[in-house]
């Protein structure tokens, strides 16, 4: 059993599909063992995405996901960061396969309704970002 961290985006949240994308990845054998819903402020997610500050989407990155709230979780299970990619499905919607969390919720590229850890290391910094470990409670 492994970790990873997910973010249950604004577009999703201001649609009230939480429960729907907790219920998908709970039936795709990932375990929700931490989870909160917050509003990122500025600071926060500018923080978080570092990674993308000189990209030129990403003063559009912060505005959005500081727009309304979101909900950051932790995830466990076999393979956890692989199999949440796939449950997740490809970045821009167009492409996700059927059945995955951004073919059926995703409005565009950008607010595309969650964020999932792209790797075991990655995984790590950022539920640790979000998260103290006495608040995982797997």
Request: net charge neutral.
């Given at each position: 059993?492994?970790?990873?961290?997910?973010?249950?985006?604004?577009?999703?949240?201001?649609?009230?599909?939480?429960?729907?994308?907790?219920?998908?990845?709970?039936?795709?054998?990932?375990?929700?063992?931490?989870q909160?819903?917050?509003?990122?402020?500025?600071?926060?997610?500018?923080?978080?995405?570092?990674?993308?500050?000189?990209?030129?989407?990403?003063?559009?990155?912060?505005?959005?996901?500081?727009?309304?709230?979101?909900?950051?979780?932790?995830?466990?299970?076999?393979?956890?960061?692989?199999?949440?990619?796939e449950?997740?499905?490809?970045?821009n919607?167009?492409n996700?396969?059927?059945?995955?969390?951004?073919?059926?919720?995703?409005l565009?590229?950008?607010?595309?309704?969650v964020?999932?850890?792209?790797?075991?290391?990655?995984a790590?910094?950022?539920?640790?970002?979000?998260?103290r470990?006495?608040e995982?409670?797997?």
């Open positions: 059993m492994n970790k990873t961290f997910s973010i249950i985006k604004p577009d999703a949240t201001k649609r009230n599909l939480t429960g729907a994308i907790n219920n998908i990845i709970e039936e795709n054998n990932l375990r929700i063992i931490a909160k819903r917050i509003k990122l402020t500025k600071s926060q997610a500018k923080g978080f995405y570092v990674i993308h500050k000189e990209k030129p989407f990403f003063g559009d990155l912060i505005d959005y996901m500081t727009s309304e709230p979101v909900v950051v979780q932790v995830l466990e299970g076999d393979n956890a960061v692989k199999n949440y990619r449950v997740m499905g490809a970045t919607p167009e996700a396969d059927d059945g995955t969390i951004r073919k059926k919720f995703a565009n590229i950008q607010e595309n309704s964020h999932g850890s792209d790797s075991d290391e990655n790590k910094i950022e539920i640790k970002y979000f998260f470990d006495e995982i409670v797997g």
